[in-house]
C-alpha cells in the first residue's frame, strides 16, 4: 500500500510542496485524528505533523475497510490488519506509536484454520466441518428432527463445561436427515474449544483399509490416529463391505482401544440390532454371530442412541 510520502514523489517536484501541505492539512481534519485529538488533548499539533504518514496510514486503511473488498482482495499492507494509533506521554513528550490490528475477517479466518488442523478428515467434503452452523436454523428447517438437534446441542454443552466425556452418539436415522451435518457441527464446535477430531466415511475407508495391508508404517499411523483422538466419527457406518481383518483387526482395535477412555460417534441408517447384523457376515466367512456381538459390545454401551427424524434433505 502507498504510503504519503511516496504519494508525493510521484508528483512533479514544484507541485510537492504545495501538495505536501494540502495532504497534510486533510490528514489532521480527517474525523479519526480528531477522535485522537479528544482523546488526547495534551497532543500539540508539532507531534501530529511530525507522525503525518502514520495519521495517513491509519485513514486510508480505516477506508479501506468500511469498503471491505473481502480478505482475499485486502488492499492493506498486511492482509486482515489495519494500522490502530495510540498515543503515550513520557517525560513530558507526546509519542505516537501505530501498530497492525487483525480484523475480524482476519481472527474468523484464522480460526476456522485452527478448527481444520484439529480435525481429519477420511473421505469427508470438508465443508462438512467448515461450514457456518446455524443451530436455529438445524432446529427450524425440520421439526421432526428438533429432538435430535437439541441432543446434539445438550452433548456439545455437556463437554464444554464438564470436559471430554466417555460416551458417544449414535445418530440412526434415514437417508438425507442431516445426520452427517450435525455430526460435522459437533466437531467444529468442541474442535473450538481445543478438541481434536477424526471423521471417516466408512464405505470408503474399508475399501482403502484393505490395501493398507500392504503398507503396514501407514497402517498404523492411521490406527494410532483414530484411537487416541479426541472425537472419533463412523460416518455411514453399515454401509461397508467388511471383510474379517478389516473387521476385526482395524475397526475391532480402535474400538478396544477408545471404549472407557474416549467418546465415539456413528452415524448410520442401520438401528444397532442390524448393524450387528451386519457386522456378523462378511462374504468371506459367511455369518459369524459371535465376533458381530463382541464388537457390538464395543459399540453398544458406550453410545446413547439419537434417533434422527425428518425428511430427505439431499438435493435441495
Not at 207 to 234: C, G, I, N, W
Amino acid at each position: 500500500m502507498e504510503s504519503l510520502g511516496e504519494a508525493l514523489r510521484r508528483l512533479p517536484i514544484m507541485e510537492q510542496a504545495k501538495d505536501s501541505e494540502r495532504v497534510a492539512e486533510q490528514v489532521l481534519k480527517d474525523p479519526l485524528v480528531a477522535k485522537l485529538r479528544d482523546r488526547y488533548p495534551g497532543l500539540e499539533e508539532t507531534v501530529l505533523r511530525t507522525n503525518l504518514n502514520r495519521l495517513y496510514q491509519m485513514a486510508k486503511e480505516y477506508r479501506n475497510c468500511k469498503e471491505c473488498p473481502g480478505l482475499a482482495r485486502c488492499p492493506n499492507d498486511m492482509q486482515g490488519h489495519y494500522t490502530g494509533i495510540t498515543c503515550s506521554e513520557q517525560n513530558g513528550r507526546w509519542q505516537i506509536i501505530d501498530e497492525k490490528t487483525p480484523c475480524s475477517k482476519w481472527t474468523s479466518h484464522q480460526q476456522q484454520l485452527q478448527i481444520q488442523r484439529r480435525i481429519t478428515s477420511f473421505y469427508i467434503d470438508e465443508a462438512v466441518f467448515g461450514a457456518s452452523y446455524d443451530e436455529t436454523e438445524m432446529q427450524d428447517s425440520d421439526a421432526n428432527r428438533e429432538s435430535a438437534v437439541n441432543r446434539v446441542l445438550h452433548y456439545v454443552h455437556t463437554t464444554r463445561t464438564e470436559g471430554l466425556q466417555k460416551q458417544g452418539l449414535y445418530l440412526m436415522g434415514d437417508f438425507g436427515t442431516g445426520k452427517t451435518y450435525m455430526a460435522g457441527y459437533l466437531l467444529q464446535k468442541l474442535a473450538k474449544e481445543g478438541y481434536s477430531g477424526v471423521i471417516v466415511y466408512m464405505p470408503e475407508f474399508v475399501e482403502d483399509a484393505k490395501a493398507l495391508m500392504l503398507e503396514p508404517q501407514k497402517l498404523k499411523e492411521t490406527l494410532k490416529l483414530m484411537k487416541e483422538t479426541d472425537l472419533l466419527v463412523f460416518d455411514d457406518i453399515g454401509a461397508e463391505n467388511l471383510s474379517p481383518w478389516v473387521r476385526d483387526h482395524v475397526l475391532g482395535a480402535i474400538l478396544n482401544y477408545r471404549m472407557n477412555r474416549k467418546p465415539t460417534f456413528y452415524t448410520s441408517n442401520h438401528d444397532l440390532d442390524a448393524l450387528e447384523k451386519h457386522f456378523s457376515f462378511t462374504h468371506k466367512e459367511g455369518e459369524e454371530m459371535h465376533k458381530g456381538q463382541r464388537l457390538m459390545d464395543r459399540v453398544r454401551p458406550f453410545v446413547d442412541v439419537v434417533h434422527v427424524r425428518g425428511r430427505n434433505h439431499r438435493g435441495g
